[in-house]
DNA sequence: AAACTCGGAGAACAGTTGTTAACTGCATGG
DNA sequence: CCATGCAGTTAACAACTGTTCTCCGAGTTT
């Protein structure tokens, strides 16, 4: 306790890491509180009470809720991006059934590892308040744009537009989503897996026959 | 007006005319008001003020917020429910593209026409308000239901398990709540639009493959 | 060792909230 | 035609909200 090594952040020192702290405190405390409500409705001193600080404290972190609200989109998303990028490339150049799996145990895995995160996500998504739909929008789209772009490196992908493309990522990425927020919603995750398989199975038996017949006349 | 046969309101009723018209308007103050936040913030207050009534005279109507809700999503859903089930009957053993556009012009015209109600229904389908959001689910596993018997009746749906009718139902239903949604994030519902009906097309696509290859091994 | 930063505390503010109780007046059913 | 029912009002309640200003004390810098 009272040797002065081997600090982790060496001149910054413990000032801002004890700041750190209690701003984490603050984001766990919301994020616990958001079971059961949306975010418009959490209070401010709300969350300063269950962490056991002054509410004016609350303002040396975040401007306001809808501030606090963005970074929780970047903790519950950012985790994901990661573990995300990593499966894509595991998987890379596997299109079948195998895949499928690989990318419906991800999300199963990521709600029973982090479900406060993942109910915020969905929740959010389409909530009352601007700036954090907004900010989830971006990063959802990245996801998509990210997706897309391993498509596109992949021989299936011959033949087929960018926005095409796109279009297929976003399917994916919206159905992830919707599959994390079924998972939330029951207590067996079994049936909602199995059906989450057979709509990417769907999906991606759509996806083999794409150029199969020719578009729709206008294009 | 005096016979005192089987009405199922028995009293014709100047009173209770005055009744419904203020309940009405506790419905479609709250529905303005929820056009820039969740339900679980909306308040008693704040929407008895928006109709100019005494806050004590919501209690007459609904037990609380969340009961309202339940009736927004009666009055969101109803409707959409009886022109959804109008266009599925009218495009019925249509499967192709004319049945697509069919579909997505049915939610576009729904979005323009009830912007509010799409927007509480996308919003509030994962919002902090359980019984609400109880109800939706029952009402989009219903309207599940029904298109999946649509489907049944169809020719395309020889050799289908019911269980695999109903995923693809579902799947059809959530990608119109998931376009409903973000055609109201948009000003130009062109590209929304567009991408809507290539995904659509994609699924069913994939529905004419489906029975191509053997499920995977297991089942 | 003194000067300075700055995370946090404390108190006070004007408003707001949901809920209760008792009341009023009018349409209704006897 | 009178008595009842009941939608809506008024008043009051304790509790809560976000935000401001002032202050403290410990970490940091010089």
Redesign the pocket.
Known sequence: MSHTLGDPAP??????A??L???QALLDAALRLLAEQSLSS?????V??AV??????????FR??ADLGVALVEEALGSLHTTLVATLAATGEGDGEERIAAAVELIVAYVRAYPAHARFIAREQHGGVRRVREAIGAQLALFAREVAAQFAKEPEAVGWSEDDLLMLARMYVDHMVMTASALLETDDAGPVTDTARRQLRLVSLGRRHWLDAPPPADR
């Open positions: 001149t910054p020192g413990a000032r801002q004890q700041k702290r209690t701003r959490l209070g401010l001193r709300e300063t009470r056991g600080v002054a509410p004016t404290a609350f303002y040396r972190h306001d809720i």
